[in-house]
């Protein structure tokens, strides 16, 4: 088997929530492997800009793309612009999501649904008009980034929980209507990583810190880069016969019920 199957050279992907984080890990994958990105965030112009400008130093071919992956309007006029300036999407990776911490008796509807409409029906929403033109072109890769909550409860997070619980049913349904299209639909489920938003609560002695590194097989928090394998497997020609799976990075906490030994 050649390595030849794990290149992108050529192919164009769309990242979204890619400014930061895990998702600019994957993107930056994705590019490495000789992707095209095309970058997108909803926050700010500038956040862009910035994400954009260092991809391009790690000479990565980048192009921004401001829109909120919820509003269909939005996303309808994105893809058009985006194929029409940059090329035809043959990757999607949907990852823009956020969380809400609220234990759910707590929980305000609109907190509810503003979870459920950014992690799941904004996937709906961004992957339908991609998928309507990838079906016109013969082919073309989903990637939806799950969650290790789209199989466990947690305290405090069961919108995000159920958010991605439907995301891993969205992606097998999206993978059983559209395989005989010669759409491959994945997704990825991250578990505890080391990012700006971990790093509080990965301080030597915190009690998260210590749980996570003893709960988890492999010992310790995972990098981002740890991410970019994935991504670029489920992106490439590798996993042409791959279809309906959530590939779980997470050190191998989901493969146990009780700590590692020591």
Known sequence: MSTDLFRLDGKRALVTGATHGLGMAMARGLGRAGATLVVNGHSSQDRIDR????????GIDAHGALFD?????QVADAVERIEAEVG???VLVNNAAVIERTPLLDMTVEAWDTVIRTDLTGVFVMTQPVVRRMIGRGGGKVINVCSMMSELGRDSVGAYAAAKGGLKMLTRSMATEWARHGIQVNGIGPGYFA?????????????FNEW????????RWG???DLAGAAVFLA????????????????????TIGRPQA
């Open 223 to 225: 990098d981002p880069d």
């Open 88 to 90: 035809p999407i043959d």
């Open 212 to 219: 996570i590194v003893s709960r988890t097989p492999a010992g």
């Open 236 to 255: 490439s020609a590798a996993s042409d016969f791959v279809n309906g799976h959530v590939l779980y990075v997470d050190g191998g906490i989901l493969a």
């Open 51 to 58: 994400a954009v400008e260092s991809y391009r130093a790690d």
């Open 69 to 73: 992956v919820t509003e269909a309007g």
């Open 195 to 207: 990012t700006e938003q971990t790093a509080p609560i990965r301080e030597p002695g915190h009690p």
